[in-house]
């Protein structure tokens, strides 16, 4: 039967930890103008991003993070606990969108699921793992939506101790290629 | 007949003037070991993102940025006349992969194609623009394939000068709402 309850753990979890519906809940970040005009400066800097007041007179009607920020913020929570893979968190790739702005003040959070998990047919220590999140803000408006495929280890090969120049090592990190074949 | 020759220009465009198969190309940036690092102690703090040392015992054989910093520095090209959208770069959202690690050292800049337009059937004075994006390395490598719906201004709509609280207002900046719909 499928866990469906949110989740927070300390437990790093494998690809057979792993099932369809399993969720998982981050801890908060509290964002203000600062953050989100630094970022804005460095990756960003359009007006909406970085002028607090320029950014009243546009269809944001004030301050708005840049969508790349939230995604950075979301990926800061998942690592810090949000998202328990282990070998860490890596993703191939995945969509993105942001259906209301994020605003200095927000305080934002990160609810995941596991919507697929698939072994890799090739490399017996390894698969991958798509997982749906949404970022929402403390009204619970959602700031981003995201669905991403993470190449997660497997418990049972590792266990067994394959390593190798291409292989999972946990004892080192247990971390993964992000752009090598699943 | 479309025009698919890449174009770097510094006139901003509207839907009006964007059709499927413009290209453009950004400017470089030249990414090192301690902008990976920065970014990632702050957003993405895993050790193959940190770590130098550590990051070579991992499958990723040394560091790699994290892969929302190269869609960051993406954006960064984009902005900086990448993409030289009227209104600015007002993304609701789209696909991003990583199909090769962005390392210290890589030189990059964006590549970038239109392939979509699409008029906004409730909002005359403007629409959606689909745009496909690599992000390559000095060698070609493609770091970043992207492809993010844009919101763009109507250039006849906003030339007769529709204001309002909800609508584009190019006198003062034509920045987009970027959570109300197209």
């Known amino acids: 039967m499928a866990d469906t309850t949110v989740q927070r753990t300390s437990e790093l979890l494998y690809l057979d930890d792993l099932?369809?519906?399993?969720?998982?809940?981050?801890?908060?970040?509290?964002?203000?103008?600062?953050?989100?005009?630094?970022?804005?400066?460095?990756?960003?800097?359009?007006?909406?991003?970085?002028?607090?007041?320029?950014?009243?007179?546009?269809?944001?009607?004030?301050?708005?993070?840049?969508?790349?920020?939230?995604?950075?913020?979301?990926?800061?929570?998942?690592?810090d606990g949000g998202?328990?893979?282990?070998?860490?968190?890596?993703?191939?790739?995945?969509?993105?969108?942001?259906?209301?702005?994020?605003?200095?003040?927000?305080?934002?959070?990160?609810?995941?699921e596991v919507v697929e998990v698939v072994p890799s047919r090739s490399r017996p220590d390894r698969g991958t793992v798509t997982v749906r999140s949404e970022t929402r803000n403390q009204r619970g408006d959602v700031v981003q939506a995201a669905t991403v495929k993470l190449l997660v280890p497997r418990r049972s090969k590792m266990d067994s101790g394959i390593e190798g120049p291409n292989e999972v090592n946990d004892r080192q990190g247990g971390l993964l290629c992000g752009s090598c074949n699943s």
Do not use: C, N, Y
């Open 83 to 112: 998202l328990p893979i282990a070998g860490g968190i890596v993703g191939l790739g995945g969509e993105v969108a942001w259906p209301t702005a994020t605003r200095p003040g927000d305080v934002l959070h990160v609810e995941s």
């Open 19 to 79: 099932h369809v519906g399993r969720r998982f809940t981050s801890g908060a970040h509290a964002l203000d103008e600062k953050q989100i005009t630094a970022f804005a400066r460095e990756f960003d800097p359009q007006p909406f991003h970085t002028d607090h007041e320029a950014a009243k007179a546009t269809l944001f009607h004030g301050l708005a993070a840049s969508g790349w920020h939230t995604a950075a913020i979301s990926m800061r929570l998942q690592v």
